[in-house]
């Protein structure tokens, strides 16, 4: 199947730490792989915490070190549009899903996944919110993204291959 565009949402709880690492790592694979020009991404949170906010110093400082830059993204809330507007909408755990789950109408459900489910690499099913913890959760929390990544966009190419 062709589609002039696949849409990819990344959701965790203030859109301040895993999702917007999530939609920098996954934009970055897509740029250097030439799929820019048909994958979009976005990030959201499920709670209006950090709205128009960039990404957490922290966040943004392990992206960096890895190539990444995120300083360009901003929090926002995710909305039930959203559904209507993605061919994708990934939780970064269970609780996000569960929110994200009474947000989405009945017909769109399908599009709502957990974002590890995509990993080859890891047994975990939830990314971990680093906020509260140290350097070392951003790092983690970006390996499990670089993973999930990986699998997501050969979901969408196995899927939508142009």
């Given at each position: 199947?062709?589609?002039?565009?696949?849409?990819?949402?990344?959701?965790?709880?203030?859109?301040?730490?895993?999702?917007?690492?999530?939609?920098?790592?996954?934009?970055?694979?897509?740029?250097?792989?030439?799929?820019?020009?048909?994958?979009?991404?976005?990030?959201?949170?499920?709670?209006?915490?950090?709205?128009?906010?960039?990404?957490?110093?922290?966040?943004?400082?392990?992206?960096?070190?890895?190539?990444?830059?995120?300083?360009?993204?901003?929090?926002?809330?995710?909305?039930?549009?959203?559904?209507?507007?993605?061919?994708?909408?990934?939780?970064?755990?269970?609780?996000?899903?569960?929110i994200l789950e009474q947000l989405s109408p009945e017909e769109?459900?399908?599009?709502?996944?957990?974002?590890?489910?995509?990993?080859?690499?890891?047994?975990?099913?939830?990314?971990?919110?680093?906020?509260?913890?140290?350097?070392q959760g951003f790092e983690h929390v970006f390996d499990l993204?670089?993973?999930?990544?990986?699998?997501?966009?050969?979901?969408?190419?196995?899927?939508?291959?142009?």
């Amino acid at each position: 199947m062709s589609k002039d565009q696949v849409k990819v949402l990344f959701v965790c709880m203030g859109n301040i730490c895993r999702s917007p690492t999530a939609e920098g790592v996954f934009r970055h694979l897509v740029k250097q792989q030439g799929h820019d020009h048909w994958i979009k991404t976005d990030s959201a949170g499920t709670h209006a915490f950090h709205v128009g906010e960039q990404p957490d110093p922290r966040a943004q400082q392990t992206a960096r070190k890895r190539g990444i830059e995120l300083s360009d993204l901003r929090a926002r809330k995710a909305i039930e549009q959203d559904f209507h507007h993605f061919d994708y909408v990934l939780a970064m755990d269970h609780d996000n899903f569960r929110i994200l789950e009474q947000l989405s109408p009945e017909e769109h459900r399908q599009r709502l996944h957990l974002f590890l489910d995509f990993s080859r690499d890891y047994e975990e099913k939830e990314v971990p919110d680093p906020y509260y913890g140290g350097a070392q959760g951003f790092e983690h929390v970006f390996d499990l993204v670089e993973s999930a990544s990986r699998g997501l966009l050969d979901d969408i190419l196995s899927k939508y291959r142009r």
